[in-house]
Nanobody, 120 residues
């Protein structure tokens, strides 16, 4: 089983920055793509950024130029640096990964979520 633990959420004023971190632990034989999703109240969960094991990144249009995703393959960690935050970025942010665990199958795993609140 793979467990993801997020940290770094909180309250920030518009224009400010936050850094979210996520660490994966457990029996991990290979870590595939890692990413971040978010879900605002009353809205569906949306994908905002991903990074492959080779370092290729993708971003949702809503965060391009403001958010940066990075990972440390040796430590199985992924970081989301969020700059120029806006009130509409307020949401619960979830870490996600696709990993090969002890059952030798690639599965998606999720963190517990961390709240990000941006005040205007």
């Amino acid at each position: 089983q793979v467990v993801l633990v997020e940290s770094g959420g909180g309250l920030v004023q518009a224009g400010g920055s936050l850094r979210l971190s996520c660490a994966a632990s457990g029996n991990i034989f290979h870590m595939n793509t890692m990413g971040w999703y978010r879900q605002a109240p009353g809205k569906q969960r949306e994908l905002i950024a991903t990074v492959t094991s080779g370092g290729t990144t993708t971003y949702a249009d809503s965060v391009k130029g403001r958010f940066t995703i990075s990972r440390d393959n040796a430590k199985n960690t992924v970081v989301l640096q969020m700059n120029s935050l806006k009130p509409e970025d307020t949401a619960v942010y979830y870490c996600n990964c696709n990993a090969l665990g002890s059952d030798m199958r690639y599965r998606d795993y999720w963190g517990q979520g961390t709240q990000v609140t941006v005040s205007s």
